[in-house]
């Protein structure tokens, strides 16, 4: 039987902040409450220009409301923003127009329009609207233009939504759980399309989910959230490079390796072996058990969504 170690409770060495720019999204200590209730708690997001930035978190730990902000859907309590170089607050109609925006909600949209008056009525309010591409993506996507927008499943209705915000090929597009609704077949599809789009059009796409394996190929950049935070910010690589798993056999009298305090952000007992994840630079690691006699028998990358469940599991016991 796996018998797991004792929680660690030190400070999180894991990055917040991403030091290269510029950026197209840039908040700066953004708070939101809604009554008593703190939705975002001090946000801190940087989103590089041309870069596919995912961020990930559980339910309710206030993506949404992040991305709300950025649009001027909803007004933070402090803290700034500024997105394609606008403030949301004075700047809102204008930025929209440069946004494709995928909301995490279904009923978003007029459900009594057929889904090609639906697609005609957005194209107006957009002039870089692309009819080609429309039309392309109304076919990728199976769409049917006679059918009334309210009555299309959960995957129809997503795949609408992405129409109008790809169509007018925006300079920025804001993606609230994209994926959800889509049945495997559709899902691969899309995914497909969305890293086409990006290859083809100079965009930035900030994409956020709590189904981190739907996007593992798409990430340039990762963001985790969790209670209203940004608890780690970092260049994929960065994330692929860092975090990783070794399976260690510890010499007799074991007694630890005090420098790893902090660093090691999940732990299991397997016999006479240890399974740790581990966030430092290899070298230093395998340096480090070979000074005391600890052999490293293997060592293992992570995917996105082990990486990303490692972090919100560590900062949730912290």
């Known amino acids: 039987m796996n018998v797991p170690f004792p929680t660690m409770t030190v400070p999180s060495p894991l990055p917040t902040r991403i030091e290269a720019g510029p950026f197209a999204v840039a908040t700066e200590n953004v708070s939101k409450h809604f009554g008593t ?35 001027d859907l909803l007004r933070a309590d402090s803290g700034s923003a500024k997105v394609l170089g606008l403030d949301p ?12 925006y995928v909301p995490e909600r279904f009923d978003w949209g007029y459900p009594w329009m057929r889904v090609g008056q639906l697609l005609a009525y957005h194209a107006s309010h957009f002039s870089t609207w692309d009819h080609e591409y429309a039309a392309k993506l109304v076919r990728l996507f199976d769409l049917r233009p006679d059918r009334k927008f309210g009555s299309l499943s959960k995957g129809q209705t997503r795949r609408v939504h992405l129409a109008m915000a790809l169509a007018h090929r925006p300079r920025l ?30 965009t930035t796409l900030l994409i956020s989910t709590h189904q981190v394996h739907d996007v593992d190929r798409l990430a340039d950049y990762v963001g985790v959230m ?65 000074r005391v006699g600890a052999v ?22 912290a």
């Open 296 to 317: 490293v028998r293997e060592t293992t990358s992570l995917s996105l969504a082990e990486a990303s469940l490692t972090i919100l599991r560590h900062e949730g016991d």
């Open 226 to 290: 969790r209670g209203g935070r940004i608890i780690f910010q970092a260049p994929r690589e960065v994330l692929r490079q860092n975090l990783l798993q070794y399976r260690i056999e510890p010499p007799d009298a074991w007694r630890g390796l005090p420098e790893f305090d902090g660093t090691v952000l999940w732990r299991e007992a397997l016999g006479r072996e240890m399974r740790w994840r581990i966030w430092g630079e290899q070298g230093d690691v395998l340096e480090s058990c070979a």
């Open 37 to 71: 209730e703190a939705a975002l708690r001090g946000v801190n997001l940087q989103v590089p220009e041309g870069a596919v930035y995912v961020l990930i978190g559980p339910n309710g730990a206030g993506k949404s409301t992040t991305f709300r902000i950025l649009l």
């Open 173 to 202: 597009l804001v993606l609230d759980e994209p994926t959800d609704g889509l049945d495997p077949v559709m899902l691969d599809q899309t995914l497909g399309l969305l890293m086409d789009h990006v290859a083809e059009t100079p």
């Open 89 to 100: 607050r004075s700047d809102g109609a204008r930025l929209r127009a440069g946004i494709g």
